[in-house]
């Protein structure tokens, strides 16, 4: 079974691998200015998100706590998305493919969440972590109000 904080180093791992591929993704659209702002925010979003891990790691170590999910689903999601960004260097996806991908991934991604991922002693401690992850933002309703837009444009009937 998986420790905690081995859980949390991988999140923080996949956390990176996400921000890489939005900055990647943010310079491959560099000329349709708004969707390389979304995928840079996106980015720095997860930068930050990678930052709560690390910091979660750190104070984890005093907080008894019981990992929610095994080490085999954390390292399969890593993989998958280290995967799509090999895909998408040998093959450059379309806005609209990767804005799909990048849906789907969040979603994916949600369940790895620091507030889902372990079982807490204390109730005080499981307020202290879900307060780090308060002013998580939505990626995957920024990314699909824009993929809608793309794929529906205003006055289409979609």
């Not at 910091?55 to 907080?63: H, S, Y």
């Not at 991908?101 to 109730?123: P, V």
């Not at 998580?136 to 809608?148: G, I, N, P």
Request: glycine share 2%.
């Amino acid at each position: 079974m998986i420790n905690s904080t081995t859980l949390l180093k991988i999140c923080a791992r996949m956390e990176r691998e996400n921000a890489d591929l939005y900055h990647w993704l943010s310079d491959l659209f560099h000329e349709n200015r708004r969707a390389a702002l979304l995928w840079k925010k996106t980015a720095l979003e997860e930068e930050n998100h990678e930052c709560q891990f690390i910091l979660a790691e750190k104070l984890a170590a005093g907080i008894l706590t019981v990992p929610l999910l095994e080490e085999d689903s954390a390292v399969r999601e890593l993989e998958k998305l280290q995967a799509l960004r090999r895909e998408f260097e040998a093959h450059p996806p379309t806005l609209v493919r990767a804005l799909e991908a990048a849906i789907i991934l969040e979603e994916d991604l949600a369940k790895f969440h620091l507030e889902k991922l372990l079982l807490y002693s204390d109730e005080d401690d499981r307020k202290m972590f879900a307060a780090m992850m308060d002013h998580d933002s939505d990626h995957a309703e920024s990314l699909r109000a824009f993929y809608a837009e793309l794929v529906f444009p205003a006055g289409d009937a979609g």
